[in-house]
Every structure is written in C-alpha cells, then in structure tokens.
C-alpha cells in the first residue's frame, strides 16, 4: 500500500514522463535547473564539456531517485550536439525520447568593443549564439515532429538592454532574443512552445570566465545588496515549463531586486 501511494506521488509530479536536456549543467544556472526538474518528475540530460561538475550532479541526482544521462562534450560544435541528441534518444530511462532542452551553455566577456578581448569574441560568439542555434534549430525539427514539447533559452538581461560591463557578450545575448522569438513564430502552430529566460547578476562560474574583478565589476554592482542564487533562475525555468501547454510564457527577466541598472 505504502509502496502503490509513493508511486502515485511520484506520478502526481508535473513534470513526470518527461525527458529534459540541460546543456552546461555542470555549474551554476544548469545544475540548479536540473535537480529542480528532477524534484519536477523530470529525467534529466545533464550535459557539460568537463566531467567533474556533471559527475556530481549525476551522484546528487541518483541519491534523490532520480534519473539522469550524463553525456560530456562542447556545446559549441555541431557535431557534439548531434551526439548529445543521439545519446539522448537511446537512452532506455529516459523514453528514447526528450521534450523540454533547455540551451543554457554560455559564457560572460568583460568590457564592450574597445576593451574586451577580442582572442575571446569567436569563442563567445561559437558557444553563445551558434552553438545555441544549432541546437535549437535541430531540436525544434524534432519536436515539431512530436507536436508538443518546450524549448527555453538562456539569454540575459544584459542582452535586452545593454550592459555596462559587458557590451560584446550583450550581443550575443541580444542575438539569442532575436534567434528565440523568431523560432517561437516560427513554431509555436506545430504546438511547440519557445521561451526566454532572462537572468539578472546571478553569482555563479560566470563571473570568473567573464574576466570580472573589482574594478571593473564588482566595485560597480556594490549598491546591489543581495545577487541572485542560481536557484532563482531554476525556479522560473520550472514554472514556465509547468504551465497548461496552451500557455507559453515566452519570455521573463529575473533580476536581484537591487538591480537598478540597465
Ligand atoms: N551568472 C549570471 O549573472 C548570468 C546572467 C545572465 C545570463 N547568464 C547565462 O546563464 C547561462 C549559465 O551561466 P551560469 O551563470 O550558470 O555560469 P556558470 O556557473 O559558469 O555555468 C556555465 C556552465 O557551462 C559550462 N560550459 C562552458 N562552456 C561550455 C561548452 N562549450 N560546452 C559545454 N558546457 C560549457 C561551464 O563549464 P566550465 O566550468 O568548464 O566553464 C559551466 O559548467 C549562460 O548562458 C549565461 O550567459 C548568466
């Protein structure tokens, strides 16, 4: 009897039967995205290009019940994205199948155009634009497919308006907006819905890649009080994904209250 209710509360969970891709889930935004949906009911493809992170998300994972695939690689190629999904349809726990990816894999740049370095542009460019088309192009044809199904892009706050420390990862944010709206119209007849998510400062890996420091940065956002927990974003993401599937929330912004800029 005890058994039969645990599996009815398992199977009440708003997220139960679904599959869920998490690229960069390693750290910050994506680890607390994944265990969130997997507290959803969700199983979970945590994906990240070391292992150290997802190899303890994936112990973190087991240790709850839940279920998760972990699959390494760069989610800046093409042909890593194609493995991440073939493994993803083999994988017997999760369906074979997936319905919600979440494109979070980005990295920050300190400094706009005269000042970042530009050794880095290609990369933030490959990681946080093309790398993310490339995964929402190929899953969006496959969910399409399905008639149903979500996917959520990270983008920024910074990529709405424009930030003051980091104009040239600002672009690329900016493009992953117009990218993710377009998709959305491009989509959403088939059934399939397509969001944006917009974090504010969120303390996290972030800010070392970025090349923030005191004097550029953190001297700067001071006046800010409390940063947000990467929590903040994994609770919104679920949200959205927890709607009715006739409503999209196609975009939010998620700032620290402080945050009076930009
Ligand atoms: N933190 C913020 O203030 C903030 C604000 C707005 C938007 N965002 C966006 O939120 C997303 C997640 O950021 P976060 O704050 O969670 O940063 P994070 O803590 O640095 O996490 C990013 C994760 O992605 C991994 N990653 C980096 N490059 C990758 C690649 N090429 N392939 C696969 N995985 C890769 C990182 O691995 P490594 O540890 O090896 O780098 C790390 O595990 C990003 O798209 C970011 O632009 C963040």
């Known amino acids: 009897m005890a058994k039969q209710k645990e ?6 969970k708003p997220l139960s039967g679904k599959t869920a891709i998490i690229t960069g889930a390693g750290s910050g935004i994506g680890r607390a995205t994944a265990l969130t949906l997997v507290r959803a009911g969700a199983a979970v493809v945590i994906q990240d290009r070391r292992k150290d992170g997802i190899s303890k998300l994936n112990s973190d994972i087991q240790a709850q019940g839940g279920k998760a695939l972990m699959v390494i690689g760069d989610a800046s190629l093409p042909l890593d994205i194609d493995k991440l999904l073939e493994k993803t349809l083999k994988w017997k726990e999760g369906g074979r199948k997936y319905d919600i990816v979440v494109v979070n894999a980005g990295r920050g740049l300190a400094g706009g155009t005269l000042i970042s370095d530009n050794s880095q542009w290609e990369e933030v460019y490959h990681l946080n634009v093309l790398g993310a088309a490339y995964l929402m192009r190929c899953t969006a044809k496959y969910l399409i497919e399905r008639k149903k199904g979500d996917i959520v892009a990270i983008g920024s706050v910074a990529g709405r308006n424009i930030s003051p420390f980091s104009a040239f990862y600002s672009s690329s944010k900016s493009a992953i907006g117009a990218l993710t709206e377009g998709l959305r119209q491009e989509i959403c007849a088939h059934g399939v819905r397509v969001s944006l998510v917009m974090p504010g400062i969120v303390a996290s890996g972030f800010q070392k890649v970025a090349g923030f420091n005191e004097n550029n940065f953190y001297k700067r956002i001071a006046h800010i009080g409390k940063l947000l927990e990467p929590q903040a974003i994994a609770d919104g993401i ?13 975009e939010i912004i998620i700032r620290p209250t402080g945050m009076n800029y930009p």
């Open 7 to 12: 599996v009815a509360a398992k199977s009440n």
């Open 238 to 250: 679920c949200w959205l994904l927890t709607q009715p599937p006739h409503v999209n929330v196609s």
